[in-house]
T-cell receptor, first 111, second 112 residues
Framework: RKEVEQDPGPFNVPEGATVAFNCTYSNSASQSFFWYRQDCRKEPKLLMS???SGNEDGRFTAQLNRASQYISLLIRDSKLSDSATYLCAVIDQTGANNLFFGTGTRLTVIP | GAVVSQHPSRVICKSGTSVKIECRSLDFQATTMFWYRQFPKKSLMLMATSNEGSKATYEQGVEKDKFLINHASLTLSTLTVTSAHPEDSSFYIC????????FGPGTRLTVL
C-alpha cells in the first residue's frame, strides 16, 4: 500500500471554476502535511502547509481530516497560471522527517 | 527564501559511465539533504538521506553501491550514479532542510 495516494487526474477546468483535490495517507501517526506545486520539468515548490484547523491563503484552502486520513486542497476562482501538478506530501514521523509525496494531480485551467 | 542549486541541470551519458550530480545550499548550512528521483508522470521517490559527516541512509530498494552519496560539507552533497544504465534515466532532485525542505531545480539524466 502506498504511503500517500492521489487521484492523478487530469482535471481540466474553465477559468474561474472552483476545483478540489484530495489526498489520502496511510500512516496514522503522520503529523505534518503539505501541498506542493510542480510545473513541468521543474522542482516542487511549497504551496502551503496543512494544519489541523485548516488554513487559507488567498484563493487556496487546505484542510486535514485525521479521522479519515486525508488532506484536501481547494482552489477558488481558478486562473490560467494555476495550471500545474499539485503534490501532497506527508512527513514520516518514524524516520528522519522524510517527505513522502503523492503521485500528483495534474490541473489544466482552460480559457 | 533559501536557495538550493544543482549541477548539472541536464546530462546525457553513455551506458556504463558514471555521473556525478552536485547539490548546494547557497545561503544556508544544511546538515541534512535529501535525494529524490522522479520518473515521468510519477511521484518523487526518496532515494536517500544525506547527513553531513556521516554515511547516507538509503531507502529500501536503493542500491548504495550504485548511488554513491557524499555530504562532505554543510553546503554540498553529491550523488554519483555509477555504471549508469538506460533505466537510470530520470529526473533527480535534491533538497536541503532548514525549517522546511528547499528543493534544487533538478537534474535530468539521460543514459543512452
Amino acid at each position: 500500500r502506498k504511503e500517500v495516494e492521489q487521484d492523478p487526474g487530469p482535471f481540466n477546468v474553465p477559468e474561474g471554476a472552483t476545483v478540489a483535490f484530495n489526498c489520502t495517507y496511510s500512516n496514522s501517526a503522520s503529523q505534518s502535511f503539505f501541498w506542493y506545486r510542480q510545473d513541468c520539468r521543474k522542482e516542487p515548490k511549497l504551496l502551503m502547509s496543512v494544519y489541523s484547523s485548516g488554513n487559507e491563503d488567498g484563493r487556496f484552502t487546505a484542510q486535514l481530516n485525521r479521522a479519515s486520513q486525508y488532506i484536501s486542497l481547494l482552489i477558488r476562482d481558478s486562473k490560467l497560471s494555476d495550471s500545474a501538478t499539485y503534490l501532497c506530501a506527508v512527513i514520516d514521523q518514524t524516520g528522519a522527517n522524510n517527505l513522502f509525496f503523492g503521485t500528483g494531480t495534474r490541473l489544466t485551467v482552460i480559457p | 527564501g533559501a536557495v538550493v542549486s544543482q549541477h548539472p541541470s541536464r546530462v546525457i551519458c553513455k551506458s556504463g559511465t558514471s555521473v556525478k550530480i552536485e547539490c548546494r545550499s547557497l545561503d544556508f548550512q544544511a546538515t541534512t539533504m535529501f535525494w529524490y528521483r522522479q520518473f515521468p508522470k510519477k511521484s518523487l521517490m526518496l532515494m536517500a538521506t544525506s547527513n553531513e559527516g556521516s554515511k547516507a541512509t538509503y531507502e529500501q530498494g536503493v542500491e548504495k553501491d550504485k548511488f554513491l552519496i557524499n555530504h562532505a560539507s554543510l553546503t554540498l552533497s553529491t550523488l554519483t550514479v555509477t555504471s549508469a544504465h538506460p533505466e537510470d534515466s530520470s529526473f533527480y532532485i535534491c533538497s536541503a532542510k532548514l525549517n522546511e525542505q528547499f528543493f534544487g531545480p533538478g537534474t535530468r539524466l539521460t543514459v543512452l
